[in-house]
Each structure stands twice: as structure tokens, then as C-alpha cells.
């Protein structure tokens, strides 16, 4: 069965400050990644998938994700945090079925 | 207009009573989720439901049931409420394209409070 851990409960990082959020994963084959941000009040929202292909993966709002097969990682990186990013994001993998990890809360100070 | 709505947003209910959750959607996917996220353990699933005549249990079903009354609309009830079920709760579809590279799309949730 798949698993997925994101190591970190919160994050907090100065606006317009680099981020990454960290993701492993447990999963036997290839894995199909996912990232979601759930902002205050909404929703889940899709930032971005890897199927397969590029390792390095755009999504939106200047968020991208790189695959590293070796170290079971899907880590979520933006250069420039704006403080609108302020939310909780979810990594998840998806073998048989949809797991999500816990979840990162990231606070933003300005 | 959203893909995936939810009904009710909020809800405040007594234990012992009786529950709906309502899911609705407008992109057409074949595929149904009922989650329920609990801080610091994320979403868990609870039922899913591939077509209109397929019903699935997930992880945690117990104290839950689900009606898939047509492609767009897929309900969770709570037949008997109780305290540990408050949570919020998410429903979401998913499109099944060639590779089985299935994407899942989450509508805005439910925050259901069980006195």
C-alpha cells in the first residue's frame, strides 16, 4: 500500500522569501504525485500532477515540484512567497487509490 | 459557476440524528469521493463510487452510507450522528483518461459540528 509523509506540521517563511515543502513517499511502482493547497475557509485546489516525463513540474500560481525517484521525494518549491500563499498543502500519491499526507501549514510574515 | 458543489457549507447537529450530505457536479465524470479531513491526519476516504451503479467502501466507512442517485449527484449519510464525526468533508470527481492517469477535483467542502 502507498504512503505518503510530509515531515514538516508548519512552515513559516518571510514574504518574497524562497520556499519548499517537503513530500516522500512510499509507493512500490511508479508513482503518480500530486500537490493541493487548501486555503483558509476553501477547498482543495489542484497546484500540479507527475505522471511521467519531466521530473521538474510546473503548476500554477509560480509553484513547481520536482520528482526525484531515487530519494522517493516530490518536494513543492515556489522562489517568492507572496503572503496570499498563506494555506495548507497537501502531497499525494496515487497507486490504487488517492493517499494524502497530514498536511503543511504555511504561515507567511511580513 | 463551481464544477463540484457541496450542500450544506456548514451544518450543527445533535448526536443521534440523522444526516445528508449533498454532492453535486457539472463536469460530466463518471467517478465519486466522499473524504473527511481531520487536522493533522489529512483526507481520509470514506466511500467512492466508479458509475452509477458501482459503490465502493473506503477506509473509513462505518457509520456512514452514500447514494449515488445519478451521474452528478452523490450524498454520504450520517445515519446516527455522533461526536467523532465532526469534521469536514469533501467531495470530489475525477476523470479516467487513457493510462489510468486519474485526477481528482475537490468541491469547496462541508464543516459538520456533532453536539
Known amino acids: 500500500a502507498q504512503s505518503v509523509t510530509q515531515p514538516d506540521i508548519h512552515i513559516t517563511v518571510s514574504e518574497g522569501a524562497s520556499l519548499e515543502l517537503r513530500c516522500n513517499y512510499s509507493?512500490?511502482?511508479?508513482?503518480?504525485l500530486f500537490w493541493y493547497v487548501q486555503s483558509p475557509g476553501q477547498g482543495l485546489q489542484l497546484l500540479l500532477k507527475?505522471?511521467?516525463?519531466?521530473?521538474l513540474v510546473q503548476g500554477i500560481k509560480g509553484f513547481e515540484a520536482e520528482f526525484k525517484r531515487s530519494q522517493s521525494s516530490f518536494n513543492l518549491r515556489k522562489p517568492s512567497v507572496h503572503w496570499s500563499d498563506a494555506a495548507e498543502y497537501f502531497c499525494?500519491?496515487?497507486?490504487?487509490?488517492?493517499?494524502f499526507g497530514a498536511g503543511t501549514i504555511l504561515r507567511v510574515k511580513s | 459557476d463551481a464544477d463540484v458543489t457541496q450542500t450544506p457549507r456548514n451544518r450543527i447537529t445533535k448526536t443521534g440524528k440523522r444526516i445528508m450530505l449533498e454532492c453535486s457536479q457539472t463536469?460530466?465524470?463518471?467517478?465519486m469521493y466522499w473524504y473527511r479531513q481531520d487536522p493533522g491526519l489529512g483526507l481520509r476516504l470514506i466511500y467512492y463510487?466508479?458509475?452509477?451503479?458501482?459503490?465502493n467502501k473506503g477506509e473509513i466507512s462505518d457509520g456512514y452510507s452514500v447514494s449515488r442517485q445519478a451521474q452528478a449527484k452523490f450524498s454520504l449519510s450520517l445515519e446516527s450522528a455522533i461526536p467523532n464525526q465532526t469534521a469536514l468533508y469533501f467531495c470530489?470527481?475525477?476523470?479516467?483518461?487513457?493510462?489510468?492517469?486519474?485526477?481528482?477535483?475537490f468541491g469547496p467542502g462541508t464543516r459538520l459540528l456533532v453536539l
Open positions: 470530489a470527481t475525477s476523470d479516467l483518461p487513457s493510462g489510468s492517469q486519474e485526477t481528482q477535483y
Open positions: 509507493y512500490g511502482a511508479t508513482p503518480y
Open positions: 507527475y505522471f511521467s516525463g519531466d521530473t
Open positions: 499525494a500519491v496515487r497507486g490504487n487509490k488517492l493517499v
Open positions: 463536469k460530466g465524470h463518471d467517478r
Open positions: 463510487s466508479f458509475d452509477v451503479k458501482d459503490i
